[in-house]
């Protein structure tokens, strides 16, 4: 009686072949060769109900039927995977923390097994036959080969870089006026690839990478201190670190002076009042810069410089903004 071929296990396998296929049965006496499709298989006979064998190289369904001295058994279906391949990932790069979702585009990704980044199993999230989508696993700010394994085998590698988390150290300067608009430059590490710098909650504009320590960008509007953080492929800034800490100062304002003139000579001690003045930065009577001391957010003490008879308009700045002028009278 002609051998009987009832299961394969696995009943598929790599296009390349060389996949182990125990083929199960009976009749297996005076075995002469087992054939997937017209393509002879290397086997060994382990009992008259048992044959295990090594794929040959094919594609698509085939009949695998063995033939012995008593003729040939009925055909059952084995099915060659073709190796998966990958064309894209995206995105491309990411937080040496891992975490983050990244999707493989290619084909032959059905039921894929494992998705690695270089030795790292990646969490397999979701699985068609020309996508995949995973959980990035943390590893060292290097590249890695990224790779699928499927029944049809390993797919080639496609690079996905790890990039360190982004730092700021300094922000120059670190305080400016409500209405924000003023540029300011922030210091740190990592900041090559920065898409996004908040202050606070609020997004900073016209933002420049000059080198991978340092960018600019624009202050939105915005009250009281707040945290400056930057925004890479490989995360956003710690909060707290460094000194990225940003202040939004209320415009100046200079209500009264006393005295309010003097002598042409110089000299005299005149006592700015008004608020928003901590942080002056420079008073002038007339356009002529003085010298001056900041006594409290309302009160600043200025020296006159000479001057001739007649008014001269006075005004203090601060980082955020200038104040409107206000007369000192030089008397002769």
Not at 105 to 131: C, K, M, Y
């Amino acid at each position: 009686m002609a051998p009987v071929v009832t299961s394969l296990d696995p009943n598929q396998g790599r296009a390349s072949g060389g996949t182990s296929v125990t083929v199960n049965g009976s009749g297996f006496t005076g075995v002469s060769a087992v054939r997937f499709g017209t393509f002879s298989a290397s086997y060994t006979v382990i009992s008259t109900t048992l044959i295990v064998a090594t794929s040959p190289p094919g594609s698509g369904t085939v009949g695998v039927t063995v033939i012995a001295t008593s003729g040939t058994s009925n055909s059952v279906p084995y099915t060659y995977i073709a190796a998966p391949a990958l064309t894209s990932l995206a995105p491309h790069q990411g937080p040496t923390s891992g975490g983050n979702t990244v999707t493989l585009t290619g084909t032959g990704l059905s039921s894929a097994t494992a998705v690695r980044f270089d030795t790292r199993p990646a969490v397999i999230t979701g699985n068609t036959a020309t996508q995949i989508t995973v959980v990035a696993p943390a590893a060292p700010p290097a590249p890695a080969d990224v790779t699928v394994t499927t029944v049809g085998g390993v797919s080639g590698p496609l690079p996905y870089f790890y990039v360190p988390a982004p730092t700021i150290s300094r922000l120059d300067p670190w305080r400016g006026p409500l209405s924000g608009g003023n540029t300011v430059t922030i210091t740190g590490t990592n900041l090559t690839l920065t898409s996004a710098v908040q202050f606070g909650t609020s997004p900073a504009t016209g933002i420049v990478v000059d080198s991978d320590s340092v960018i600019t960008a624009k202050a939105p509007s915005g009250s009281g201190t707040v945290t400056v953080s930057a925004t890479t492929p490989g995360g956003t800034s710690a909060s707290g670190s460094g000194t990225a800490y940003y202040t939004y100062l209320p415009a100046p304002v200079v209500s009264s002076l006393a005295p309010a003139s003097g002598p042409t000579l110089g000299g005299t001690t005149v006592t700015l009042t008004g608020s928003g003045l901590t942080y002056t930065d420079e008073v002038l009577f007339g356009g002529v810069p003085v010298p001056f001391a900041a006594v409290s957010d309302t009160k600043v003490v200025a020296v006159t410089p000479g001057g001739t008879p007649g008014t001269v308009t006075v005004v203090v700045r601060t980082p955020a903004g200038t104040t409107s002028g206000i007369p000192y009278q030089y008397v002769a």
